[in-house]
């Protein structure tokens, strides 16, 4: 299939190219999207059932081109004083970054972030053709203040996207480096907190600093506390003009009136969904110790994932864990292996399997 036939009249600079994604494999433990292992309770199940069938009963229509009830209800669970005008949404928040990119990024714009992280990034960036650029993370993978402030006085972008929590290492940031990075960059500044309900205590959401930094734009997501990845809804906070512009890029109806009355329905029934969310932070505690007592690297996570190593050959534990039914991520830096936080049963699966491998 890939590389593309010739024939195939591709843009140049895609043609070398595969789809993203990660290995999507049958009858295996999946602990390698960062997923919610647990499905929606019986009544978030019922609610979503009723939802869709009454939308289904208006299809031959157009669904609310704004989406207005269900930034309505994003807003009321975000708190913090936000209202619909100042709440984007779009399927996942790959969409909303990519209308992120098509508004602020595009030809002779910039756009920089600091590796490792989410490797979709880079695509938004490519597909929107905007230029990207990437300064490095410390060695404990946090942000380093005079290295980020440093490489945005240089460049100059028009968009800043940092992960908080980030993915692939887990890192959260300090309100000072967003405050800092807010600082000088003279664009929009994204924080995407896909995994912000997962944070330890004490560590902040850039929710905090909205009101007094119009170009700060939140990033959020239903994919992964929500255990709502298959509804596809992801959202963004930030001024009502930020809004307006995004309103400008976004393809008319976007989102369907099915994904609406499904994200409606389970932000109305949050209360089940996000039941789980305080024992997979406990899980992913343990899951870190478990793995630091057998002499394994550890980074510091703050999401339902755990970044560790370091392995000279990682391929060959992935292999080895795929082998005996568990599949993980290899991601991040040479070395290193992501892992997502499951069921108990899940997780003992995973340890034999881990003990297995590098015995
Ligand atoms: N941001 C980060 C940091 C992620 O890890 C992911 C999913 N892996 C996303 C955004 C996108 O999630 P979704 O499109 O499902 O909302």
């Known amino acids: 299939m890939f590389p593309l036939p010739d024939w195939v009249p591709l843009r140049d600079e895609l043609r070398e190219l595969e789809p993203y994604g990660a290995p999507q494999i049958r009858d295996v433990i999946n602990l390698n999207v960062n997923e919610n292992p647990y499905p929606p309770g019986p009544e978030t199940v019922a609610a979503i059932t009723r939802a869709v069938t009454d939308a289904t009963s208006t299809l031959n229509r157009y669904p609310d081109r704004e989406a207005s009830e269900l930034r309505d209800a994003l807003a009321g669970y975000l708190g913090h004083g936000l209202t619909a005008e100042r709440i984007w949404a779009a399927n996942g928040s790959n969409e909303v970054m990519l209308h992120v990119l098509q508004a602020f990024g595009g030809p002779g714009r910039t756009a920089v972030s600091f590796a490792p992280t989410y490797s979709m990034y880079p695509e938004y960036a490519r597909d929107t053709h905007t230029q990207w650029v990437t300064g490095q993370r410390e060695d404990d993978f ?3 203040v005079d290295r980020a402030v440093t490489l945005i006085g240089d460049e100059q972008p028009d968009v800043v996207l940092l992960a908080s929590p980030n993915n ?19 664009g929009v500044v994204v ?11 004490g560590t902040p959401t850039a929710l905090e600093l909205l009101d007094d930094h119009p170009r700060l ?5 239903m994919s992964k506390a929500f255990a709502l990845a298959g509804g596809r809804l992801g959202y963004l906070a930030a001024d009502a003009s930020i809004i307006d ?14 994904s ?19 024992e997979l932070r406990v899980a992913r505690d343990d899951l870190a110790a478990w793995l630091r007592a057998r002499g394994h690297e550890v980074a510091d996570s703050d999401a339902n994932f755990v970044l560790f190593g370091r392995f000279p050959d990682r391929h060959a534990v992935w292999q080895g864990l795929v082998d005996r039914g568990v599949l993980i991520r290899e991601t991040g830096p040479e070395g290193w ?4 936080v499951g069921t108990p049963a899940e997780m003992a699966q995973f340890y034999q399997a881990l003990e297995e491998v590098t015995a």
């Open 142 to 144: 946090t942000v380093g």
């Open 191 to 201: 924080i995407d907190e896909a995994y912000s309900e997962f944070r330890r205590a």
């Open 217 to 221: 734009l939140v990033s959020r997501t």
């Open 337 to 340: 292996l992501r892992v997502s």
């Open 260 to 278: 609406q009355a499904t994200a409606l329905a389970a932000l109305r029934n949050s209360a089940e969904l996000l039941a789980r969310v305080d």
């Open 245 to 258: 512009a995004l309103r400008i890029v976004r393809l008319p109806y976007h989102l369907s009136a099915v």
């Open 168 to 186: 692939p290492t887990g890192t959260a940031l300090p309100l000072d480096t967003v405050k800092a990075v807010l600082d000088v960059a003279p």
